[in-house]
C-alpha cells in the first residue's frame, strides 16, 4: 500500500469551564467534547520528500502544520525511511474552534500506523498525538468524552444523536489572546458539569443544549458581538440551546428537529458563507 485516505472529522464542546491555571501556564479545563459529521479528508502518500499540501488558503504547509509534524514524529519514532505527502482537502472551517489542525494530525498518526502495519492501539497513538497537542488524543476517542487537565484526559461518555447547525463568522479569534483575558474570579456561570453527563447519559438533549455553558464566550463575545448575534438567530429559528465552541469563533446550535435546522441555515447563509447542518457522531479519526 503505497498511500491511504483518512476522513478527519471536526468537533465541538457541549461544554467549557476553566477551573484553575498550571504553574507553567497551561490553563485546567473540565469540558465535553463531540466528534460531528464535517469532515477533512487527509491522504498520505509515502514520497521521496516531506511535503503537505491543503486546499484551504491560509494553511501553513510548513513544519508550523500539526500533519507536517505529525508524519515527522512518526518517521523518527518508527526509523521510517520514506517521507510524506500529505495532501488535506478541507472542509472545516480554519482557526475556528473546531479543532481542524488537531484532527488532521491525528489521521497522520492513524493513517501511517495503517501503511506500515504498526498495530499501534488506541493508547499507543493518543500517547503520541499528545506531543502535538492536548486536542489531538480526543480523536482516537470520539464519539462524546469528559476532557479533564490541559483536555488531555478523557473519559467516554454516553453516545448522543442531534442535528447541529454550524456557523464559522469571517473573523479571526486568538486562542492566547481569549486565555490572556480571561478573568477566573470574574467568572458568574460555570457550566454544571456532572449534571450535564446525567444528561448525556438519559439522551436528553433538551435539557442538555439548555444546559450547555462555555466560560470563555465571557472573552470572546465582548469583542465579537456577532457571536451572540448568531447565537439569537439559531435561537429564534428553534435551537433548543446555542453556543460558542472552544475559544471561538465557531457557534453551534443543537436541533431537535432536522427542518428547523434547515431553515436557520438557510437564514444564516444570508451573511455567513461557512454554514453547515450536521449530525454528532459516535467515532474519531
Known sequence: ????????????????????KREDGYHLLEMIM??????DKVKISKSSEMM????????????????????ELMKSRFNIGDNFKIEIEKNIPVAAGLAG????????????????????????????????GADVPFFFEGGTCLAEGIGERLTKLSDISCSLVVAKPPIFV???????????????????????IEYIKENNIRYLADSMVNVLESVTIKEYPVIQEIKNIMLEFGALGSMM????????????DIKDA????????????????????????
Open 1 to 20: 500500500m503505497e498511500s491511504i485516505i483518512i476522513d478527519s472529522p471536526a468537533k465541538i464542546n457541549l461544554s467549557l469551564d476553566v477551573i484553575g
Open 34 to 39: 463531540q466528534t460531528i459529521s464535517l469532515y
Open 52 to 71: 503537505v499540501t491543503c486546499s484551504a488558503q491560509g494553511v501553513p504547509c510548513d513544519k508550523s502544520n500539526i500533519a507536517y509534524r505529525a508524519a
Open 101 to 132: 489542525g488537531s484532527t488532521n494530525g491525528a489521521a497522520v498518526i492513524k493513517g501511517i500506523n495503517e501503511l506500515y502495519s504498526l498495530n499501534l492501539s488506541k493508547d499507543d497513538m493518543m500517547e503520541i498525538g499528545l506531543k502535538l
Open 174 to 196: 486568538s486562542t492566547k489572546y481569549v486565555y490572556q483575558n480571561l478573568k477566573l474570579d470574574e467568572i458568574v456561570v460555570h457550566p454544571n458539569t456532572k449534571r450535564l
Open 245 to 256: 465552541s472552544g475559544s471561538g469563533p465557531s457557534v453551534f446550535g443543537i436541533f431537535e
Open 262 to 285: 434547515q431553515k436557520c441555515h438557510n437564514r444564516l447563509r444570508d451573511y455567513i458563507k461557512e454554514v453547515y447542518v450536521v449530525s454528532t457522531i459516535n467515532k474519531g479519526v
